[in-house]
């Protein structure tokens, strides 16, 4: 079983088994980088305007010490699309990598990294994930599958990557054809296709309210752990079953079992599903003076002056909003983040109070970081998605009428 589960990670960071979306992104500085040190005279001459941008973005954004001869670099190049966001798979010089495999789901597609490398989307003056530029609008789901396209050309037998992938969207027109009311499908987990034709996923879909309840399906002598009342499908032959069925049925080895049990323990998948259940609160700039809450709608300015009320508002978030934020939320695991947390490696003063909450159906998150830089810079690229989070937040709600008709007043600090 060893030897089989090496290779199914070999494939699933290689060629798109497993879910994967084509292709694995080369370690740091590996000679197979497909586009070596910006540094370089050489390469340079292989840079387009884009490319280049987004390598000065980088660098600025990251601090990157150039002046010391670090450097950032391109892995993979994806393009600039429609919306004016660049795509590529960064890394630098100077950047320390954690061994671990992990994933990310957008649009159907999951993205399999080898280590704390991730895809880099450059939007405006700021990086998001490629699961947050998703989910923000700055890419379509075309914008994602021609990401998808790429990798899958970096891959032994693009070809074949490639149908890997698009089987993940078999699924979702196979639900939304089975279930016409359960609304738009999407992919919790995909465990893969199987020699016998069955592909194997947890889904998810819009119309569809999953039980909270914590439950067992015990298939051979395996034991399979949900913490709502979804549960593994198989498709086989336009036909969906229970992993119990389509094992009774043959659909399913004693081998195949094996593997989908790996995955179902190794994979971290998303744990929001109704938005309608869903709001966050934050507390941020300098020493925590403006707030929002999304469940009540107060939006405070400031509130270390005389008349708070002046600086107060009711700003009730757009459905649209909503749903962004929402599945915003839904990539990113806050409840493995520290209820204290220091995501800035050097502290300056004054700093940024940072409270962000969390709230879904009667469970409430806090995370609260009380010295934040106000660089935004985070220490590794966990209190990177924090910060990022927070910032995302800060940016939509004072983008807003409501928050540009407050009082502005001067700061004054010790």
């Given at each position: 079983m060893k030897k089989k589960l090496a290779l199914w990670l070999a494939l699933c960071l290689c060629a798109g088994i497993g879910g994967s979306a084509c292709g694995t992104p080369s370690q740091g500085n590996s000679e197979s980088s497909l586009i070596e040190s910006a540094s370089s005279s050489t390469s340079e001459e292989t840079l387009d305007e884009n490319q280049r941008t987004i390598i000065?973005?980088?660098?600025?954004?990251?601090?990157?010490?150039?002046?010391?001869?670090?450097?950032?670099?391109?892995?993979?190049?994806?393009?600039?699309?429609?919306?004016?966001?660049?795509v590529a798979l960064m890394s630098s010089s100077d950047e320390m990598y954690l061994e671990v495999v992990w994933e990310e789901t957008i649009a159907g597609y999951d993205f399999s990294y080898g280590n704390s490398n991730r895809i880099q989307v450059l939007y405006g003056m700021h990086f998001y994930t490629l699961s947050q530029a998703y989910a923000l609008g700055y890419l379509t789901e075309d914008d994602v599958f021609e990401v998808v396209k790429i990798r899958c050309e970096d891959t032994p037998n693009p070809e074949e990557a490639l149908q890997w992938a698009l089987k993940r969207r078999t699924v979702l027109n196979a639900i939304e054809t089975t279930y016409p009311d359960a609304g738009k499908a999407s992919i919790r987990v995909f465990y893969g296709l199987f020699n016998s034709g069955a592909i194997v996923a947890m889904l998810d879909a819009e119309n569809y309210d999953f039980m909270d309840v914590e439950w067992t399906e015990t298939v051979g002598d395996k034991e399979f752990k949900y913490s709502d009342s979804n549960q593994i499908l198989v498709l086989y032959e336009n036909a969906?079953?229970?992993?119990?069925?389509?094992?009774?049925?043959?659909?399913?080895?004693?081998?195949?079992?094996?593997?989908?049990?790996?995955?179902?323990?190794n994979h971290h998948y998303l744990i929001y599903e109704n938005y309608s259940e869903f709001s966050f609160a934050l507390t941020w700039n300098t020493y925590g003076v403006s707030s929002y809450d999304s469940q009540t709608g107060v939006l405070i300015k400031r509130n270390d002056v005389e008349n708070v009320e002046e600086c107060t508002a009711i700003y009730p978030l757009t459905e649209e909003q909503k749903r962004k934020v929402f599945e915003y939320f839904r990539t990113v695991n806050f409840d493995a983040f520290p209820d204290e947390y220091e995501p800035c490696e050097n502290m300056s003063v004054p700093c940024i109070t940072l409270v962000l909450?969390?709230?879904?159906?009667?469970?409430?998150?806090?995370?609260?970081?009380?010295?934040?830089?106000?660089?935004?810079?985070?220490?590794?690229?966990?209190?990177?998605?924090?910060l990022d989070t927070c910032k995302m937040l800060q940016e939509m709600l004072e983008g807003t009428d409501a928050w540009k008709d407050l009082p502005d007043y001067p700061y004054y600090y010790d």
């Open positions: 000065t973005a980088y660098e600025e954004y990251y601090e990157v010490d150039t002046e010391n001869g670090d450097y950032a670099y391109i892995l993979q190049y994806y393009g600039k699309f429609d919306s004016g966001a660049i969906f079953y229970s992993l119990t069925e389509a094992y009774d049925k043959k659909y399913i080895s004693e081998y195949d079992l094996g593997d989908i049990y790996f995955t179902h323990y909450t969390i709230r879904y159906g009667d469970k409430v998150k806090t995370i609260t970081a009380n010295c934040v830089n106000y660089d935004y810079i985070g220490k590794n690229p966990s209190a990177q998605t924090f």
